[in-house]
């Protein structure tokens, strides 16, 4: 089997034709600011590994990363208190 066979970028639904018992690795590819959570759907789509032996339907679950919190302000670009020596 060809590993490239399946690097099919899905950003919705999408689908791909396996033979029976062939095994097909999902690989969640988070967009930045977003982080996996889980795969769901069919009981054999939780370990990410599905192996083709009927119908399949996984979801990869994906949520909003909490973005840091700074107290200093540096986030927004404020680099004046790092030359500043405090005593």
């Known amino acids: 089997m060809d590993s490239d066979a399946f ?11 396996l033979v029976d018992n062939e095994s097909f690795p999902m ?3 988070p967009d930045p600011g977003s982080v996996f959570i889980g795969f769901s759907g069919d009981s ?8 083709m032996n009927s119908d399949v339907s ?19 670009g404020d680099t004046s208190a790092w030359d500043t020596v405090v005593p």
Do not use: H, R
């Not at 996984?58 to 927004?76: K, M, R, V």
């Open 58 to 76: 996984c979801q990869a679950t994906f949520n909003l990363s909490e973005p840091p919190i700074f107290a200093d302000d540096f986030e927004n």
């Open 7 to 17: 690097d099919i970028p899905c950003t919705g639904p999408c689908g791909v034709m």
């Open 27 to 29: 690989l969640p590819t």
């Open 44 to 51: 054999d789509c939780a370990d990410g590994n599905v192996t």
